[in-house]
């Protein structure tokens, strides 16, 4: 098993910036295999959001609402991804969770959630 732990969230002003770490522990194989991994976020009431990708490359991709604004990045010798969120606006408030993606989807991995708040 993949053990996926989320740091970082809080409240911040709008046009503030956060960063968020997601450190993944546990089966040494399922990390090695991790292929993509993602940052989702979620409002209560609505559909889980697809932020930010990094694949085990570094290639990124990200929704368009944070283009210019936020970037994923990863520390592959602290099974660490960080998510540096710049300019935030009331609107990016959710509950950010980190999701790893792997050759074998018996090891893919769900964290908790780290609440960000912003306030207008």
């Known amino acids: 098993q993949v053990h996926l732990v989320e740091s970082g969230g809080g409240l911040v002003q709008a046009g503030g910036s956060l960063r968020l770490s997601c450190t993944a522990s546990?089966?040494?194989?399922?990390?090695?295999?991790?292929?993509?991994m993602a940052w989702y976020r979620q409002d209560p009431g609505k559909q889980r959001e697809l932020v930010a990708t990094?694949?085990?490359?570094?290639?990124?991709n990200y929704a368009d609402s944070v283009k210019g604004r936020f970037t994923i990045s990863r520390d592959n010798a602290k099974n660490t991804v960080y998510l540096q969120m710049n300019s935030l606006k009331p609107e990016d408030t959710a509950v950010y969770y980190c999701?790893?993606?792997?050759?074998?989807?018996?090891?893919?991995?769900w964290g908790q959630g780290t609440q960000v708040t912003v306030s207008s």
């Open positions: 999701n790893s993606k792997g050759a074998d989807s018996r090891y893919d991995s």
């Open positions: 546990g089966s040494i194989w399922g990390i090695r295999i991790i292929n993509v």
């Open positions: 990094i694949t085990s490359g570094g290639s990124t």
